[in-house]
C-alpha cells in the first residue's frame, strides 16, 4: 500500500520556477505600456526601438555584454548569500571595494610586469575588498544575531562615503577629478581588440572572468561539501545544525565569499573600461543585483539570464532617451522586483492552479525567494 | 464590567454543556470519535485521557473553534453545534489556551482589554481599564498587578491574566486547556484556589489534564476519553486515581501463543462507576498494537562502563524554570531503555542536550567514559551519538534535499575528497540504504519533500542507524508513521540492539515503550521518578507514574 | 555661531524627524520600513508639483502628503496584503519612486535634473532664523515626534499597533483586525516621510533628482538607534542633524572631512547592532510576512 505518495511534480517545481518570472515580466509589460503611453508615444515603436538598440547593432550587444558581466557578479554576490539564507544588501559597496582595490593593486605593480601578472594580482585583491566589506555584516550575523539587512545598508553607505573621502581629499586622485591615475598595463583587452564589430563599446574580457565564476559558483554550490552546507544551512537551520554543521560559521563564510564575488565585478569597469577607479562608478549595479537575483531564481544560470535581461532594459532605455525618458527603465526594474516579490503562491491561487491532492500545502522552502528567516535577528538555532 | 451575554447564564435544570456523538477528522486523523460531554452548571470538571485521546479537540469544538463533523452541542441548553468563537465569546464562554496569547511587552491591563479598550476621547483611558480590572480581581479572588508587564510575569500569574482575560468578557463558562502543564507543584495550587473561588462565584469550569493527583480534591466529575472516545465519566468522590488510570490507558493487551494480540484493547472497568464500552477496534491513527518485545534474548551484560552515563543533569527550559532536574540514567550496550512519560516533562530537553542542541547547566554526560558535555554537535557524531528528532521536518531533514542528500547530512565530509563531493559513492551509499531500509519510492534524487511521513522518518533512521553508531537518541520515532513503516523500525531498533548497540528511546505512546525497552525509566517533573525492567512494566503500573498518581 | 549651529541643526533635523516617526510607527506595527527613502522623495516631488500648479506652499504640501499616502498604500499592499518580503518590497519601492520622479520629472518640466523654482513657505532669505521659525513645517516637524509618542502609547490605536507588532496571533484571538492596523500604519508612514520631503522641496524651492541623498535611510538609523521608541529617535535624529550641523560650521578648517561626518548616523547603527550600547531588540514580529 505504501508507495510514497508523490507530492511535488516536475510539473509543480516548473510552475515555482518560472511563473513569477513571467508574472514579472509581464508586468514590466504593461506598466512599461502606461509610462510609454503617458509620454505620448506608441509602445510598439518603443520596444522595437530598445531591441533595434540593444540586440539589433554590434555595439549595443556589446555594451549589453559590459552591464551584464557587472551584473552577473553582483547577482552572483546576492545569490550566494540567498542560499545560504542572508539577505546582502551591500553589493553596491563590496563591488567598489572591490573596483577600488583592484585600481590600488594596478598601481603598486610596476608596469614592467604586464598584464599577465598584472590582471590577476588585480582580480585577487578586487576579491580581498570585497570580502573585507562581506566579513562584518557577517561577523555582526554569526555573533551577535544583527540582522544583515541592516547591517549591510548601514555598511554601504559608510564603505561608500570612506572611499568618497580618499577620492576627494586628493593624493590618489588625479586633479580635478576623483578618479585615480589610469594603469593600462594591468587593463584587460576590449572585445573590439579582437572582435573588429565590438569597436566602440566597453565589452571587454572580463565577460570571461563573470563566465568562469558562474560556473564556479554553480560547481561550489552543487558540487562541493562547502555549497552542501551553505544550501543546508539555507533551506533548514536547525536540520542542518543537527548534522553537526556549524550555522554561524557558515553565515561567515557565506557573507565573505558573497562580498569578494561582488569585488570582482567591480573589475569590469576598474580595469576592463576606464583602467583606473572612478569614485561612484557602481552607480547601482549592487542594489540591481538583487533583483537580477530574484528574477533569476537564485540560480548561477537564472543569474546570467536575468543579467541579460536587465543589461538589456539599461543599456535600452539609452537607446530610446529620444522618444521616452530613459528613466523609465529604473522604474520598470522596480516594478519587476515588486512584481516577483509579491507572485509566488498569490499568483497560482489567482489562476486557480491548486496544490496537488493529498499534500497539506507544505510552503515550498525558498531557494527562490528571500526566506523569512533573512534579516530575521533571531533563528531557532543556538547561536 | 463583564459583558451581557445574550442567552441566559444558568437554567434552573439541564447541564451547562451537552456534548453527544462528537465526531471530528484531520484528514486521515479522526481526532474525535465518539466523544461525549456532560457538565453540571456550577462545578468543576476534568475531562482526562493520553496524549492522542482527543480532549483538546472535544473543547475547542466546544469553545467554537472546529465544527464537528457529526453530534451536537447544547450549551445552557441551547443547541449550538457549529457556533465561531465570537458568537461563543459573547455567549459566555472562554477558552484559556495551553499556549498563552498574551503580548508580552505590554502590562496585564491593557492584554486584558485589548480589542475592547475603555476610551476616553481620543486617550486610552489606562486608569479606567486598570480599575475596572483590579475590581474583577477582588470579585474573582484572582490577584493581579494590572501595571505590570506580561514578560515579568510567572507562569502561573500569566495564566491567571488569560483567566482574567476571559472573565473580563463575561465568561460564565471557563474552559482551560492543560493548565497545570506548565505550572510547578506550589502554583497548581494556587490554580485550584483560584478555580475553587470562581466556581463559589457560580461559574462553570472545564479543564483538561492528565495530571491526576490533583484532580481528586478538586473536581467534582471526570470524564475519561481514549482513542477519541468518552470510556468514562465518573463522580470524583466516588473512584480512585488508579481507576482513572486504568480507564485512561486501557487493559494490557492479550497475547497468543505465536507472540500476536488477540482481538483490541477493551476498555473500562467494573471498579468505577461509569459507562462500559463494548470492545472497540484500537488501531486508529494514534493508537497501535505492537508486536511483543522479543522473547529468549538475554538480558545486555552489565559492564562497568555504561555506553551512556547520564550524572546530575541540570537543565533549563523555556517554561519552567528547569526542565530537567537532577537527573541521572545510565544506558548499557545492547540495551534500550525507554523513557516514557506524557509529553512536556522534559524529555525534549533531556534528548537536546545530549544530541548537543541544547546547553546542560550542571551535570555530565559520558559516552563509554569520555566526558562529551561540552562538545559541539559535529564531535559528538564522530563519537558515535546519533539522534532521530522528534520533529522531522524541522530538525530531521531538510525537505528541499534529495533522499541522498539527506542520507549524507552529517557525514557529507566522508563523502568529499579535498572539497568535491564524490557523487558516485554518495549515490551508492543512498542506493545501499534505501534499498536496507526499504525507502519507498527508491529513487535516490527524488526530494524527501515527496515521500510519505513513514518514508520521511526511514531516510532519517537510515541515516542515524550507521554501521558504526554508538548510542542512538531515538525521539518519537514512529510518530505520524504508517503502520508497516512503524514495525520495520521497530525491527532495525531491535537489530540494532542485538548488534550491541545502546538506544535510549522517548516516546509518548507506551505500548511502543513497551514494545522495545528492556528497561523503562519513567519521567515526570523533569525527573526520573520511577525505573523498573520491562518484565515487571505494564500498562497499568507505568500509567499512575506517568500522571504523578503514584505518590 | 552657537546660535547658527542649533538653528542649522533643527533645520536638517526636521526631515529626519518626520521619516523616523513614519519608521516607528510602522516598524512597531511590524513593517520594515525600508522604503523610508521612496516616500520622503515622492513627497518632494509632489510638493514640487503641488506648489508648481498650484501656487502656494499649501497646495504643494497637500500634494506632497498626497503622494505619501499613495505610496504607503502601495508599499502596504505588497507587504500585507499580498505578504511579499517587506526588505525586497522596499529596496522596489525606493528604485521605482527615483526612476517615477525622474521620468515625470521630464514630463513635467522637461528637465532631468531639477525643478523650476517654486513657492516655499519662506520668502527669499529663508534661510535665515526668522523664516525658519516662521515655517510651519518646522513646528511640526518638532512636534511630530511627541505627538506620536502619545499615538503610540496613550491611544488606543497605539496599543493594537504594539501588539500586532509583538504578537499578531492574539490581537487577533481577541479580533483586533491585524490587516487593518498595518494597512493604517504604513499608509500614514508615508504620509509623515513624505512630510520629510515636502520641507526639502520647499524649502530649497525646487525638486532635484534625488534630493533625499539617503535621508531615509539616516531616520531608519535613527529607529534603530533609538530603539523603536519615539522620543529616543527623536534625541537620534538631533544628535545626527547636530553633527551635521557642526560640520557645516567647521568646513572651512577642514578639522573633520564631511563624508566622516555623514557616516556617524552609520557606523552608531552598526554599533548598535553589535549590541555595544544595550541589547537593540526590534518588535517581535517585525518582518514577518505571515504573521
Request: hydrophobic share 50%.
Amino acid at each position: 500500500m505504501d508507495d510514497g505518495r508523490r507530492r511535488m511534480t516536475g510539473r509543480r517545481a516548473l510552475d515555482e520556477a518560472i511563473l513569477p518570472t513571467l508574472t514579472a515580466l509581464l508586468v514590466a509589460l504593461v506598466a512599461g505600456d502606461l509610462l510609454i503611453l503617458s509620454y505620448g508615444q506608441a509602445p510598439g515603436a518603443v520596444w522595437r526601438l530598445m531591441l533595434d538598440g540593444t540586440w539589433g547593432n554590434a555595439y549595443g550587444i556589446g555594451q549589453v555584454l559590459y552591464k551584464a558581466t557587472t551584473l552577473t557578479c553582483t547577482g552572483l554576490a546576492v545569490a550566494v548569500g540567498l542560499r545560504a539564507g542572508l539577505f546582502n544588501i551591500g553589493a553596491e559597496s563590496q563591488l567598489a571595494a572591490g573596483g577600488f582595490c583592484a585600481a590600488m593593486m594596478a598601481l603598486l605593480v610596476p608596469p614592467a610586469f604586464g598584464p599577465i601578472v598584472a590582471v590577476p594580482l588585480c582580480i585577487v585583491a578586487a576579491a580581498l575588498g570585497g570580502a573585507a566589506v562581506g566579513f562584518v555584516p557577517g561577523l555582526l550575523r554569526a555573533r551577535f544575531g544583527a540582522h544583515e539587512v541592516i547591517a549591510t545598508i548601514m555598511l554601504n553607505f559608510v564603505v561608500l562615503a570612506l572611499l568618497n573621502w580618499v577620492m576627494a581629499s586628493g593624493g590618489l586622485a588625479v586633479p580635478e577629478t576623483l578618479h585615480t591615475r589610469a594603469t593600462p598595463h594591468a587593463a584587460v583587452p576590449r572585445l573590439a581588440s579582437v572582435f573588429d564589430a565590438f569597436h566602440g563599446s566597453a565589452a571587454n574580457f572580463t565577460i570571461v572572468v563573470a563566465v568562469l565564476l558562474t560556473l564556479v559558483i554553480a560547481w561550489l554550490l552543487f558540487r562541493t561539501r562547502l555549497g552542501y552546507e551553505l544550501r543546508a544551512v539555507g533551506l533548514q537551520p536547525a536540520a542542518a545544525e543537527n548534522g553537526g554543521i556549524r550555522v554561524p560559521r557558515t553565515w561567515l563564510v557565506a557573507m565573505v565569499l558573497s562580498g569578494a564575488i561582488a569585488g570582482i565585478g567591480g573589475t569590469n569597469f576598474v580595469l576592463g573600461y576606464k583602467t583606473y577607479y572612478e569614485d561612484g562608478f557602481a552607480g547601482g549595479a549592487g542594489f540591481l543585483g538583487i533583483a537580477v537575483t530574484l528574477v533569476g531564481r537564485n540560480h548561477p544560470l537564472g543569474v546570467v539570464l536575468a543579467a541579460l535581461f536587465f543589461a538589456t532594459l539599461s543599456q535600452g532605455g539609452l537607446a530610446i532617451h529620444a522618444l521616452v525618458p530613459k528613466q523609465m527603465v529604473e522604474v520598470l526594474e522596480g516594478v519587476v522586483i515588486l512584481a516577483v516579490a509579491t507572485s509566488g503562491h498569490r499568483v497560482r491561487r489567482l489562476l486557480r492552479m491548486r496544490p496537488r491532492t493529498g499534500a497539506p500545502a507544505a510552503p515550498v522552502a525558498a531557494p527562490v525567494t528571500p526566506p523569512a528567516t533573512a534579516g530575521a535577528a533571531s533563528t531557532t538555532v543556538r547561536g | 464590567m463583564p459583558r451581557h451575554a445574550a442567552t441566559p447564564r444558568t437554567t434552573a435544570a439541564g447541564p451547562a454543556v451537552r456534548m453527544t456523538g462528537i465526531v471530528k477528522r484531520f484528514g486521515a486523523v479522526t481526532a474525535n470519535a465518539d466523544a461525549s460531554l456532560v457538565v453540571t452548571p456550577g462545578e468543576i470538571h476534568a475531562v482526562v485521557g493520553e496524549n492522542g485521546a482527543g480532549k483538546s479537540t472535544l473543547l475547542r469544538v466546544l469553545s467554537g473553534m472546529f465544527t464537528p463533523d457529526a453530534g451536537t452541542v447544547e450549551v445552557f441548553g441551547r443547541d449550538v453545534t457549529g457556533w465561531s468563537t465570537a458568537q461563543a465569546i459573547a455567549a459566555g464562554v472562554g477558552m484559556v489556551h495551553q499556549h498563552f496569547m498574551l503580548v508580552p511587552t505590554l502590562t496585564v491591563a491593557e492584554n486584558v482589554v485589548l480589542g475592547i479598550e475603555p476610551t476616553s476621547g481620543l486617550r486610552f483611558d489606562r486608569a479606567q481599564a486598570e480599575r475596572r480590572l483590579a475590581e474583577l480581581a477582588r470579585t474573582s479572588g484572582l490577584a493581579c498587578e494590572p501595571g505590570r508587564l506580561v514578560r515579568d510575569l510567572s507562569v502561573g500569574e500569566a495564566q491567571r491574566v488569560e483567566i482574567l482575560k476571559t472573565l473580563y468578557r463575561g465568561a460564565r463558562l471557563l474552559i482551560l486547556d492543560e493548565p497545570t502543564a506548565v505550572l510547578s507543584p506550589p502554583e497548581v495550587d494556587e490554580l485550584w484556589r483560584v478555580l475553587r473561588t470562581l466556581r463559589d462565584g457560580g461559574a462553570t469550569v472545564v479543564l483538561v489534564t492528565h495530571k491526576l493527583d490533583e484532580l481528586m480534591d478538586v473536581t467534582d466529575h471526570i470524564t475519561v476519553m481514549r482513542a477519541g472516545r468518552t470510556v468514562g465519566a465518573l463522580v470524583t468522590r466516588r473512584t480512585t486515581p488508579a481507576a482513572i488510570a486504568t480507564a485512561m490507558v486501557g487493559r494490557a493487551v492479550a497475547l497468543d501463543a505465536s507472540g500476536m494480540p488477540i482481538g483490541a484493547a477493551v476498555s473500562g472497568t467494573d471498579d468505577a462507576e461509569g459507562t462500559r464500552d463494548a470492545a472497540t477496534t484500537a488501531t486508529t491513527a494514534t493508537h497501535h498494537v505492537f508486536r511483543a518485545p522479543d522473547v529468549g534474548v538475554p538480558t545486555p551484560a552489565y559492564s562497568d562502563t555504561p555506553r551512556l552515563a547520564l550524572e546530575e543533569l541540570v537543565i533549563a527550559g523555556t517554561r519552567r524554570a528547569r526542565a530537567v532536574d537532577a537527573l541521572s540514567l545510565r544506558v548499557q550496550p545492547g540495551e534500550i531503555v525507554g523513557i516514557a512519560g506524557v509529553e512536556g516533562n522534559g524529555q525534549t530537553e533531556l534528548v537536546e542536550a545530549i544530541a548537543g542542541l541544547r546547553e546542560v547547566e550542571r551535570g555530565r554526560i559520558l559516552v563509554d567514559g569520555t566526558d562529551v558535555t561540552r562538545f559541539p554537535v559535529g564531535k559528538r557524531l564522530r563519537h558515535g551519538i546519533t539522534h532521530i528528532p522528534e520533529d522531522r521536518h524541522a530538525r530531521g531533514l531538510v525537505l528541499d534535499y534529495s533522499i541522498a542528500e539527506n542520507l549524507i547530512l552529517g557525514r557529507q565530509r566522508h563523502f568529499a575528497r579535498s572539497g568535491r563531493i564524490d557523487r558516485r559513492r554518495v549515490r551508492q551509499f543512498a542506493e545501499e540504504r534505501i534499498a536496507a531500509f526499504d525507502i519507498r519510492p527508491a529513487d535516490p534524487d527524488l526530494p524527501a519533500r515527496a515521500l510519505s511521513g513513514g518514508n520521511q522518518q526511514k531516510i532519517v533512521v537510515a541515516r542515524e542507524m550507521p554501521a558504526d553508531f554508538r548510542v542512538l537518541l531515538a525521539s518519537q520515532p514512529t510518530r505520524g508513521v504508517d503502520v508497516g513503516a512503524i514495525e520495520f523500525i521497530h525491527d532495525q531498533l531491535r537489530a540494532a540492539r542485538r548488534a550491541g548497540k545502546a538506544i535510549l528511546l522517548v516516546s509518548a505512546e507506551l505500548n511502543e515503550i513497551l514494545a522495545l525497552s528492556d528497561r523503562i525509566a519513567v519521567m515526570y517533573g523533569g525527573r526520573i521518578v520511577h525505573v523498573v525492567p520491562r518484565a515487571e512494566a505494564s500498562e497499568e503500573s507505568l500509567g499512575p507514574w506517568m500522571t504523578g498518581a503514584a505518590a | 555661531m552657537i546660535g547658527a549651529i542649533l538653528l542649522q541643526t533643527l533645520r536638517i533635523a526636521v526631515p529626519y524627524l518626520f521619516a523616523a516617526s513614519g519608521g516607528v510607527l510602522a516598524e512597531r506595527a511590524g513593517i520594515v520600513s525600508l522604503a523610508l527613502e521612496g516616500f520622503m522623495l515622492g513627497g518632494a516631488f509632489g510638493a514640487t508639483l503641488g506648489a508648481y500648479y498650484g501656487g502656494s506652499a499649501w497646495a504643494g504640501l497637500a500634494a506632497g502628503i498626497a503622494a505619501g499616502l499613495l505610496l504607503g498604500a502601495i508599499h502596504a499592499l505588497a507587504c500585507v496584503r499580498f505578504g511579499a518580503n517587506q526588505i525586497v518590497a522596499g529596496v522596489a519601492l525606493n528604485l521605482m519612486v527615483v526612476g517615477l520622479t525622474r521620468f515625470f520629472l521630464r514630463l513635467a518640466f522637461g528637465s532631468s535634473s531639477n525643478s523650476p523654482r517654486v513657492a516655499g513657505f519662506g520668502g527669499e532669505g529663508s534661510a535665515g532664523a526668522l523664516a525658519t521659525f516662521a515655517n510651519p513645517l518646522l513646528w511640526l516637524g518638532l512636534a511630530v515626534m511627541p505627538v506620536l509618542a502619545f499615538v503610540v502609547m496613550r491611544t488606543r490605536f497605539g496599543l493594537r499597533v504594539r501588539a500586532v507588532g509583538e504578537k499578531p496571533e492574539a490581537a487577533e484571538s481577541l479580533g483586533v483586525r491585524v490587516n487593518g492596523v498595518r494597512w493604517l500604519a504604513v499608509v500614514t508612514s508615508g504620509g509623515l516621510a513624505a512630510l520629510g520631503g515636502c520641507w526639502l522641496a520647499l524649502d530649497q524651492h525646487q525638486f532635484t533628482d534625488q534630493m533625499t541623498a539617503g535621508r531615509g535611510f539616516i531616520a531608519l538609523a535613527a529607529v534603530i538607534f533609538g530603539r523603536w521608541e519615539p522620543v529616543r529617535a527623536g534625541v537620534a535624529c538631533l544628535l545626527f542633524a547636530f553633527a551635521e550641523a557642526l560640520q557645516i560650521q567647521v568646513q572651512g578648517t577642514n578639522a573633520i572631512p564631511s563624508q566622516f561626518v555623514a557616516m556617524i548616523p552609520y557606523v552608531l547603527t552598526l554599533v548598535a547592532l553589535a549590541g555595544l550600547v544595550g541589547r537593540s531588540v526590534p518588535p517581535a514580529a517585525l518582518g514577518r510576512s505571515d504573521g
